[in-house]
Nanobody, 121 residues
Framework: QVQLVESGGGLVQAGGSLRLSCVVSGNIYRINLVGWYRRTPGEQREMVAA???????NYADSVKGRFTISRDDAKNTVYLQMNSLRPEDTAVYYC???????????????WGQGTQVTVSS
């Protein structure tokens, strides 16, 4: 069974940094698209950053130049380095992975439980 374990959330002052981690465990054949999403009260989920199996990345305009997504396939781990944090970055952050378990065609989607990031003024 596939499990996602997130860590790294917390309380930080504006201008500070946090690094979120998401470890995917299980008999993984291949991790395809990996992304970090966030949600604030009353808002729908927003994509923050994503990275493909080839290493190409995409970021929300609001975080470009401040956040960096990366992946370590040997460890089945994805990271989100968050620098120059602002109060408006406060949200619950979720890890999402699309992966293959037994081959190239059996695709599955998994979500982490979410981790709270709070940025104080």
């Amino acid at each position: 069974q596939v499990q996602l374990v997130e860590s790294g959330g917390g309380l930080v002052q504006a201008g500070g940094s946090l690094r979120l981690s998401c470890v995917v465990s299980g008999n993984i054949y291949r991790i395809n698209l990996v992304g970090w999403y966030r949600r604030t009260p009353g808002e729908q989920r927003e994509m923050v950053a994503a990275i493909t199996s080839g290493g190409s990345t995409n970021y929300a305009d609001s975080v470009k130049g401040r956040f960096t997504i990366s992946r370590d396939d040997a460890k089945n781990t994805v990271y989100l380095q968050m620098n120059s944090l602002r109060p408006e970055d406060t949200a619950v952050y979720y890890c999402h992975v699309n992966l293959n378990l037994n081959g190239w065609q059996d695709r599955y989607d998994y979500w982490g439980q979410g981790t709270q990031v709070t940025v104080s003024s």
